[in-house]
């Protein structure tokens, strides 16, 4: 298994400009989240999804969209950059198991973004 | 979800036992702590996660109070690429895939 691969790695953009960042995860998971990251700060969650068609925002949602129409990919589209964008971003998958019990994600490598 | 405290920083020699300590004093009876590392700005990387009793992988050990307000991740035989940030998160059952992350604790250990 590949896992949860992201593209680009690296992506600089100009202020206004839009782009799509993928994210793919060939384990069959029905959640997948995405994270941003700020120097030296933790993961903070902008959008997840508990399955394919269904999305809900996370702490951080502004200036973000995401869609889910197959349970392998969550692409992440941001629709005019701003500088504040400039960050790391993650994306993570993770499986429910049965009541009783919880379960671990498994994040991507990392897109990091640039907004000049 | 309960709040984590963690050191923001920690040493340890290299082949040592690593202790690393979490606060969650406002933790409720059905959520679970969990551990991930972040090794230079790599993607998080899941270890443990315990409720009540005592934890051990082929990663690390996690002990927990009895109270359960505090934990303690152990990573036996600390080694160089055991260099990275280590968050502590408590997480119910309802907060689905949800991951809150905090500031984490900066372990460094040294040769």
């Known amino acids: 298994n590949a896992g949860v691969t992201q593209t680009p790695k690296f992506q600089v953009l100009k202020t206004g400009q839009s782009m799509t960042l993928q994210c793919a995860q060939d384990?069959?998971?029905?959640?997948m989240s995405w994270y941003r990251q700020d120097p030296g700060m933790g993961l903070r969650l902008i959008h997840y999804?508990?399955?394919?068609?269904?999305?809900d925002q996370g702490e951080v949602p502004n200036g973000y969209n995401v869609s889910r129409s197959t349970t392998e990919d969550f692409p992440l589209r941001l629709l005019s950059a701003a500088p504040s964008q400039t960050s790391v971003y993650f994306c993570?998958?993770?499986?429910?198991?049965?009541?009783?019990?919880?379960?671990?994600?498994?994040f991507g490598p990392g897109t990091r973004l640039t907004v000049t | 979800d309960a709040k984590t405290t963690q050191p923001p920083s920690m040493d340890c020699a290299e082949g040592r036992a690593a202790n690393l300590p979490c606060n969650h004093s406002t933790i409720s009876g059905n959520e679970y702590v969990y551990w991930y590392r972040q090794i230079h700005s790599q993607g998080p990387q899941y270890i443990i996660h315990?409720?009540?009793n005592n934890e051990t992988n082929e990663m690390a050990s996690l002990i927990i109070t009895e109270d359960r307000k505090s934990s303690t991740l152990i990573l036996p035989h600390a080694t160089l690429r055991d260099t990275a940030v280590y968050y502590c998160?408590?997480?119910?059952?309802?907060?689905?895939?949800?991951?809150?992350f905090g500031e984490g604790t900066q372990l460094t250990v040294n040769p």
């Open positions: 315990g409720l009540k």
């Open positions: 993570a998958s993770s499986s429910p198991r049965r009541r009783g019990t919880s379960y671990e994600q498994y």
């Open positions: 998160i408590v997480r119910g059952e309802t907060s689905g895939s949800r991951l809150t």
């Open positions: 999804s508990v399955g394919a068609g269904i999305t």
């Open positions: 384990m069959n998971h029905e959640y």
